[in-house]
Every structure is written in structure tokens, then in C-alpha cells.
């Protein structure tokens, strides 16, 4: 299958070949005719599965047949979780956009940063990515409108419910015309989910995709048996010894990210922390940083690290052990991605080791645990 038998447009196809897309994921292959259709939809699929280009080019598609328009009231609303979903959201349209004759303005709005500049830069705005309370401050203040809108985006549902934006989730439902096109993801099909799908769609096309295996066969998995008071020199020792270029390290807490950063910075390993006490400018130029490779090690908390989508990422570290199966997975799929190896370590203390044998359990596969006593570092 390919882009062309999905429905679009020459111009929009053009723009897929530029922007160096090649085959549609499985979910981009259902979710683009149906969004076509004016469907409403529900997508139940994983980060990295090719989602947002799944609902972006079709949207930018139905752009390409309306004229520009130079008012506050919005024709397209994205709702996310984080900011730096809405970042990375608005990046996927501004890539694809730029290829497109009719020009298409979008913005990107969140808490954390000045709500001035995004205020003076949301007239004639065509698509809105926009975090819950911001985008609730931005109408309260009269800066955008809502109220004929065509279509929204729901993404990632379950965690904009799992983060506490019900009630706000509430009121900008309430805003919203009653006909339009509404598209809804999530990964789960939590209580709370399943409540806000039939509150939300009429007859929708559903289309999930299987979430890869829970170990991917490219991730080599290691773990080290180590004191906690040696987890530092033992990073350390593996960033050296192994000449790494690129590691992402999660930490539990926000103190603890920062501590190792400043220990990593102190033995010659560049490394920026970055978690949710950090201004949005910080997280984004330490995020640009690793991403375009001159930042060698970037120290995460899992809330945070949501929104960090890597295509070629060569190593992860558990510096400390998530709490859930569930977040393990997901931050040792950080790597491995698109077809190249990856390494996922962790660092075990005894007391760990329970967690850890429930972990792999879970998992259903066994990882290889090193006893640190004869390594030297």
C-alpha cells in the first residue's frame, strides 16, 4: 500500500515525498480515508505507530480547499497532554505545510512560558495545538475562538484524563458546536476513556493497532547488580567505557535528576536534566540539543519523557526502576525503534531486585543480571 492509494491529493503527496516519507504506517492506512470521509474516529495505538501524521495529512488535505481566513475562530483544535506533545505536533504540520500551495497556520499553546507572544500570533491560526488550561486562558481572555469549529483532535485521551484535565476537558467540550468532526487516540481503553468515546463520537471508524512486543528483539537488555552509592561511577564508567554518544537516562524524581546531571557535568559528561520543574525554554533547547546530537546524555523523569519521540535513539539507562511494568516498557521503547538496535540498561540495587523480578515476569523475558564486584570503576 502506498500514499497514493490512500485518497490525497497530488499537492499533499508531493509534500509526503519531500518530507521523505516513504510507506504509510498500518494506522495511517486506515485512519487517512476515513478522516476523508468526515468520520468521526477513534484510534487505540501506542506512541511511535504513526499517529499524528495518520490525522495531520488528512487535515492539511481538507485545508487545501478553504480560502485563508484572517479571523480568531479556529477550524481545527488539537488537544494534547503535554507541552512537548504540542511541540512536536506542530513540528509534524510546519513539515508537511511548508510543501503546500495554500499556506496553513498553525500554533502551538501551553502553560509555562509568557501567554503574550501566543496571543499575538494566533489570528487566522488554522490548526491549534493547544494543552487544556492554556487553551481555557486564551479563550477566557477572548484571544480564540472555538465556537465554529470543524474538527478536533483528541490526542493521547487517556493521558490528558490520567494528568487531571477532566474538568477542563468538560468545559471546552461544552464550547464546541455541535457539528463537527471529532477524531479521538489513545493508547488505553481505560473506564474514564471508554466514558468520554461514547460522550464524544458518533458511529466512528475504529482502528487499533497492536502495540509491538513488550521487548522488542532489537532492544539488547542488560542489568547490573550494584550498590546505590556506585550507581554514579557505574553510569559514568559505561558512558566512558562504551564511548556512548547518546543516552537517555531515567531518573524517579525531579531531585535526582538533577543531582546526576550535576555529578555527570562534574566528570566531564554533558548532560542536561529535564523534567516538568523546568522552564519550557530550558526543555526545549535541552531537547534540541539531544535530539541534534551535541548533547551527550539527557537525564529524564518519566512524566516528561512523554513527549521525547527519537527515531534513532542508541541508548537508554534505568538509572532508578519505574514503578509499573507498564513505564519500563515504555521507556526501554525509547530505543530500538524503526529498525535499529538499541540497549536498554538498568542498574539493580538488592533492594530492587523483587520489583525487578516482577518487572521481568511481566515482560515474560529474562534479563542477563551482572554482578558489578569484579568490574573495575
Known sequence: MNFSDLGLSPDILQAIQKANYEKPYPIQVEAIPAILQKRDLLGLAQTGSGKTAAYILPILEELQKSSIHKSRSVPVLIIVPTRELAAQVEEVIRMFGKFLPRKVKSNAVFGGVS????????????????????????IARNAISISDLKTLVLDEADKVLN?????????????????????LF??????????????LLQNPVKIEVKPEEITPELINQTAYLVAQEKKGP??????????????LVFASSIRTADNLTAKLNKNGIQAMAFHGDKSQGARTEALKQFKGGTLRVLVATDLAARGIDIQFLPHVVNFEL??????YIHRIGRTGRAGASGEAISLITEEDRHHWKVIQKKMKRWVELVDTDNLDF
Do not use: Y
Open 322 to 327: 519505574p514503578r509499573s511494568p507498564k513505564d
Open 115 to 138: 501567554i503574550n507572544p501566543q496571543m499575538i500570533k494566533l489570528n487566522g491560526t488554522d490548526i491549534l495545538v493547544a494543552t487544556p488550561g492554556r487553551l481555557l486562558d486564551l
Open 186 to 199: 489513545s493508547a488505553t481503553m481505560e473506564d474514564s476513556v471508554g466514558q468520554l468515546i461514547d460522550r
Open 234 to 247: 557505574l553510569l559514568r564508567h559505561l558512558i566512558q567505557e562504551g564511548d556512548w554518544k547518546q543516552v
Open 163 to 183: 494528568l487531571g484535565f477532566k474538568a477542563e476537558l468538560d468545559e471546552i467540550l461544552s464550547r464546541l458546536p455541535k457539528k463537527r468532526q471529532n477524531l
